[in-house]
């Protein structure tokens, strides 16, 4: 589900039209919808019913205090990679001891600072970095929860920008060290306590197969840690992934998303009917990381087009939105649909190429896409853009970032001002 569709010819989101929030607060414009963040969360949650379990929500894919504090109100606990996001969710309201914190490079800052929030646990990918966090505990007198990141080398079948559980990858300790590391970790470091084990296999997966084989390989292991080192949850990670592209385009109403869940390769119903049975008796917590199918398809980039360039090979529509807004295309040909706001009156579709105003030539949001007619001062929404989206905004080019828009029902909050070219040069001396 999503909260984006035509109303009279316009696309809103839920009961706001996305016109009127482009013209009252100017575009580049992210809007996000709540509902369509709650309805996600909750499907989750069902899915998982049977299973004792927690979703903790990948603070990176989407950050904004009141996102986070919209998800900390429905029980979600956190999943972090920074000292900065901890602040964030501290920040919202969200309650540190439900908070795990990933990523290979924490510092002894970050580290120091979950301590003393008291975070639920050090999901560690190194055993360098374990003992390290050890020493660290120990100079303040504390005892680190801590799971180590097994990497379980499974293939995801994402893009290799985003694909993190093959040995390759940085991520993790490689699946056969594990049960050693804990059995020297269990011996040699008084301030580790050992409550689970993690994993994380990548992002964006539209195939049930490789979460089956990455649980189903870690099944005995995780076992066999609860009973030697009685460790109490397993976290299996993000990564579901979501529909950012349809097959259908036509003119009609909703058609980005028009295709039928029951055709889709990966829903979220299926993860839950294919992974539950498999660890709803394990006796152990089962923690989920997602962040892509949370706030993914709850949010849209609003851009207005500024020229049409006529090229002697392309056609260019050149819009107020850059990659420096949105950078998935250019990082990891990312797909959007690109939908006008007032909807196309004609099915008629020309090859466009989108681009922006930054000064690369990767800086585009489409190439060669049939797309519907619009024109010079129309607005449009690049869809599916609530995840890695504003998060990963930049200033290249010295650009105030967008603002942010949370809508409700009717009501529409700013949640995130523009920023004005004062911010740009703050902290310049
Ligand atoms: C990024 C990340 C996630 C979330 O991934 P999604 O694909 O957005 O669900 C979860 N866990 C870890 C450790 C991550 O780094």
Redesign the pocket.
Known sequence: MHGFSYRNGELFCEDVSLKSLAEEHGTPLYVYSAGTITDHFIRLDKALAGVDHEIAY?V??NSNLSVLRLLATKGAGF?I?SGGELFRVIKAGGDPAHCTF??VGKTRAEIIYALEQGIYSF?VESEEELRYLNEVAGELGKIAPAAV?VNPNVDAKTHKY?S?GKSENK?GVDFTAIPDLYARAAAELPNIRLRGL?M?I????TSIDPFIEAVEKVIPMVSALKAKHGIEFWSI?????IVYQDSLQSGTPGWWSSKAESERPLTIEKYGQELVPRIKDLGLKILL?????IV?NAGVLVTRCLYEKKGSAKTFKIVDAGMNDLIRPALYEGHHEIVPLIEPTSSELTKVDVVGPICESGDFFCQDRPLPDFQPGDAVALMSAG??GFVMASNYNSRPLPAEILVEGGDATLVRKRQTLEDLIEGEL
């Open positions: 990948a990176k894919a999943d990679v990933a990523g999901n990141r985003i993190t991520f993690q994380h990548g992002s964006q997966l990670g993000g990564g579901i992934g990381e997602p962040g892509r199918y993914g995840a890695y």
